[in-house]
């Protein structure tokens, strides 16, 4: 059973006791934190001696040092105020918020800064490469805890924890650290040599013609118009959660729907397949909420398909296909497979730039050739289009794929 909340002190006590086992003040409508229940006089001495720096807006400097669960506040309200200025994505804020719960499971959230040791990053490296579950706790105030397991992940996912966790040291670094963090090395990514590896344990991720037909055809209407979008257009999951009706032209046979995760601009002609199936998912649409009229596709309760956290179930709903169809295998192969395929079969129409229009890519910097060519004629996007087309509905073998 959870521990009681304490009573405070006194009437005049400033400070409220939170279910984290912590006195908080709201100030600036940001809620911060002044020590544990059993010591409300050390937690109000805290608050009378930051108060005023935190009222005016400024960090204040803390005469012990900052502890990391304050740290991991500040780098997160410093993502916060990016996620509202659309510099990054929900998707990423969320596992940037993940990153740092993981951090302070595993060193502690009343740990000091300048406690932080070299060793204590070698550990965190080992834990974050394991992966974490829900499990019940009574020392949470909500029931639950994150706790890790023994399941070792991917070095492609471990990858990424450590480049999120590596960006949080150079925050508290830059900005709260009386002396550097030296985190670098005990955080360091995965070499390329064991990301090598993992590519060439897993295999090809691509489907042939034969498989995506399959899928095509015991799929529910609006899984199968995305189906088609994704060998069509080189559309991945967040593509189809988020198309818009403005930019897609059923009629003339066209979508000019830029790339939302780059903002990069694309058009593809639509098959007549994929026109086809997208008009049926259109009739059976369920009656959308408000905000998500302008969206094509939409959930049974009419809400679009991508959540806050930048999650979407379409993936969820294309694995159940899989594996209905015998054709699921785990960290191989999902919705955007779908995309690979497109990238791989296009390729060999022999025009790599209508290619990567179509797909929506970044071209690196040093592309000169990209940043002169001003457009990409429709010429080009309908061969590309059509060669795939010629490959899906034929079957035919490429140099690039082993066959349907």
């Known amino acids: 059973m959870a521990k009681a909340r304490p009573k405070k002190p006194r009437k005049d006590f400033p400070l409220t006791p939170h279910p984290n086992g912590r006195w908080c003040k709201r100030i600036r409508g940001k809620l911060y934190y002044f020590g544990r229940w059993d010591d409300p006089d050390g937690a109000l001495a805290e608050y009378l001696d930051q108060k005023d720096d935190l009222y005016a807006g400024r960090v204040p400097r803390r ?12 780098f997160l309200s410093a993502k916060n105020a990016d996620l509202q200025q659309d510099r990054i994505t929900p998707r990423t804020y969320w596992e940037l918020d993940r990153t740092c719960e993981k951090i302070a499971g595993h060193l502690g959230e009343a740990r000091l ?13 080992t834990a974050l490469g394991k992966g974490w579950r829900n499990v019940k706790s009574k020392h949470n105030a909500n029931g639950k805890c994150k706790v890790k397991t023994k399941t070792k992940l991917s070095p492609t996912t471990i990858k990424g924890e450590l480049t999120r966790a590596r960006m949080v040291f150079l925050h508290i670094n830059e900005y709260l650290a009386e002396k550097p963090i030296v985190y670098r090395k005990a955080l360091r990514s995965p070499s390329k040599r064991q990301l090598r590896e993992v590519v060439n ?26 189906i088609y979008l994704g060998i069509n257009c080189g559309f991945g999951n967040g593509d189809c959660a988020k198309l818009p009706f403005a930019q897609l032209n059923l009629d003339g046979g066209w979508h000019q729907f830029w790339r939302p995760k780059t903002q990069n601009p694309r058009r593809c002609p639509l098959w007549p397949e994929t026109v086809k199936a997208l008009r049926e998912a259109i009739e ?11 969206f094509v596709f939409l959930t049974r309760e009419g809400n679009g398909w991508s959540k806050e956290n930048g999650w979407n179930a379409i993936s969820t709903e294309f694995r159940k296909l899989l594996k209905d169809n015998g054709l699921y295998r785990a960290g191989v192969n999902g919705f955007y497979s779908l995309r690979r395929t497109f990238e791989t079969v296009a390729t060999d129409a022999g025009h790599q ?32 289009s059509d060669f795939v087309r010629q490959w899906f509905i034929g079957g035919q073998k490429t140099s690039s794929q082993s066959g349907p």
């Open 63 to 74: 005469a012990n040092g900052h502890d990391l669960a304050y740290a991991l506040d500040h």
């Open 113 to 125: 800064l300048t406690d932080i040791a070299p060793d204590d990053l070698t550990s965190l490296c």
């Open 201 to 226: 344990e897993r295999g090809p991720r691509d489907f042939s013609a034969k498989e995506i037909k399959r899928l095509a055809d015991g799929a529910s209407p609006q899984l199968r118009a995305m």
């Open 284 to 294: 059976k649409r369920p009656t959308p909420v408000a905000e998500a009229e302008r």
């Open 353 to 384: 730039p209508a290619v990567d229009f179509i797909m929506g890519h970044c071209p690196p910097d040093d592309d000169m050739a990209a940043r002169y060519r001003q457009r990409i004629s429709d010429e080009a996007l309908t061969k590309v």
